[in-house]
């Protein structure tokens, strides 16, 4: 049987989509287009009291056309049909009331002008009042139907198939669980109560669900109520409140430990059941939740075209989805992996139906195929997430790694000023600090070119260094979860090996925050808090399996690899940092750039190094030369970092 090809499949899931969401919008169209004649009927009907006089029953009925079109004219422009009317809440039913109330004005201003007019002349205003009150009350009434219904049902036992739950936490994040849960009608979870150790919210219920005691009182209440299940609702809670919360579930006797999403995480602003979902390793190790000035990113963002390059990755994927939370006119998805960009266009069209999304296949080493992306798209705000980020392998494969992550970021960064976008930010990393290897030479280039080419534009260029993110693709934590499976052993380099860690979430909601507020030519520095031992987290993880390290699981030390050393600096000795408006987020003070005409020279010759294939040792001579110029102390420095570590 033949496949059908991925760009294929995915035209037809699009047409899909659009099918069922224009199919949906028809028939609310159809259910208010009721209402809308219902409505008016019953307003000339309660103001001539029962009997309408022929003059004003034909009035009526020449009048419906118009008033059908105003209204259903203006409640597509209020986008009230984009609404899901399960989870309609207070902003939709005032959205859905402003909309009624611009619709009867406009049709009182309609009537007015059409005043002269014979079969119009003395149209009651009361009747507009009137009508107005029972399209409004109507079409909340159906609005709020199917949530009511549900409630109502959610009033009842629970289901006979349903698991019985413990709600963890019963904050603003555990309000929204239960209310997902009894608005899902308790099919899969039955919430039984909360746990929370704030003492005036013990005795109280929420939605009728009661808060029965602190969390240290779980395997009592687990035996008491049948609990199944530990719903976990703490999002911004420290990941030592998460663990202990996790061991006191596991010494229950509870294996089904559920947790909500970081708020980092709910990309749509309200939770969902399928929203609900396993806990990860990454929620109970060591880490520092973040705030974010959701404001003033949404001010950065909100109404522009923003380019994504490297979507198809671990930081790119993160990327588009969190951009698209904040309303770009439309989303342009850059990468050379096609499977990987199916998958998040699939990805992406659940959680945004609504928002415009652009899938584009291209390297951004072609020049041609970018400088045709960039001026037929012209995008206003470029992430640049795209790079080879393995370390070892970029040891073994530099000329690449040269390509993608210095000239592929030149390409990419004169095409962003030509197409006179409004900022380009550069995905940077700790290992373009005081670089030993390949892979963090090329990326402290690429910070060189950004930051030197976005003097005397109007482009602000910036570049945001951070350190290792929970959960990447290829980072330690798949690698542990996958070496468990297996029996183990865990494989760590060196006991003493350290690194800074963040969820993929959080770091890239720091990365928007820097955006928004960075000025060209500026580093940011995101606080990822203290380094954490390798060793640490494989002890870690061994345990969240339910295992003892060294016991059940052995570790072994395999040597660092090439281009590794023990810590990773987010800055250099000589940077230091200014503070910013964020607690999170700091400004490196940079030193001396090299002048344009210099480094443009220092990129030739890197350029005809890499064409020439002269090998490792020639190639990391030419990156140094950009990074440090004739200074060889410095040089110095690097090298013996190198053989230290």
Known sequence: MREIPAKSLNHILSGCYRWVGYHRKAAFTLVDSILIIISMYMAFWSRFDGAIPQKYYNMMTLTLPLVLLIKLSIFHVFRIYRFIWRHIGLEELLNTAFASAVASLSLAAMLFMFRTWTALSGFPRSVIVIDFAFTLIGMMGVRLGKRSVRFLRSLRTSPPNSRRAIIVGAGTAGEMVVRALLQDGGVIYWPVGFLDDDQNKQGLSIH????????????????????????????????RVIKKTVDVARRSGITDIKTVPFLSELYAGQLRVSDIREVRPEDVLPREPVSVDLKAVEHFLKGKKVLVTGAAGSIGSELCR?????????????????????????????????????????????????HSVFQREHPEVVFHAAAYKHVPMMEAYPEEAVKTNV?????????????????????STDKAVNPVSIMGMTKRVAEVVTLTSGNGKTTRCIAVRFGNVLGSRGSVIPTFIEQIRRGGPVTVTHPDMERYFMTIPEAVLLVLQAGAMGRTGE???????????????????????????????????????????????????????????????????????????????????????????????????????????????????????????
């Open 208 to 239: 009728g669900v009661p808060v029965l005691g602190p969390i240290s009182s779980l395997p009592a209440i687990v035996k008491l109520h049948s609990v199944e299940t530990v719903l976990i609702a703490m999002p911004s809670a420290p990941s």
């Open 407 to 427: 000239f592929g970021t030149k390409v990419l960064i004169e095409e962003t000023h030509k197409a006179g976008a409004e900022a380009f930010v550069l995905i």
């Open 523 to 645: 580093v940011f520095v995101l606080d990822m808090g203290k380094p954490v031992k390798i060793l640490d987290i494989a002890r870690e993880l061994i345990r969240f399996h339910g295992l003892e390290p060294d016991r059940d699981i052995p570790i072994v030390f395999t040597g660092i690899r090439p281009g590794e050393r023990l810590r990773e600096d987010l800055l250099t000795a000589e940077e230091g940092v200014s503070a910013t408006t964020h607690r999170q987020i700091y400004i490196a003070k940079m030193g001396n750039s090299l002048p344009k005409d210099v480094l443009q020279n220092r990129l030739e010759i890197l350029k005809d190094v890499v064409k020439k294939e002269a090998g490792r040792d020639t190639i990391k001579k030419a990156l140094m030369e950009i990074i440090y110029g004739h200074n060889m102390q410095d040089r110095m420095h690097v090298e013996h970092i190198g053989k230290v570590a």
């Open 322 to 370: 969190q951009v698209l939370r904040f309303q770009p006119t439309e989303l342009l998805a850059l990468d050379f992996d096609e499977t990987g960009l199916f998958n998040l266009e699939n990805n992406l069209r659940n959680l945004f139906p609504d928002r415009t999304i652009k899938i584009i296949v291209g390297d951004i080493r072609d020049r041609d195929k970018m």
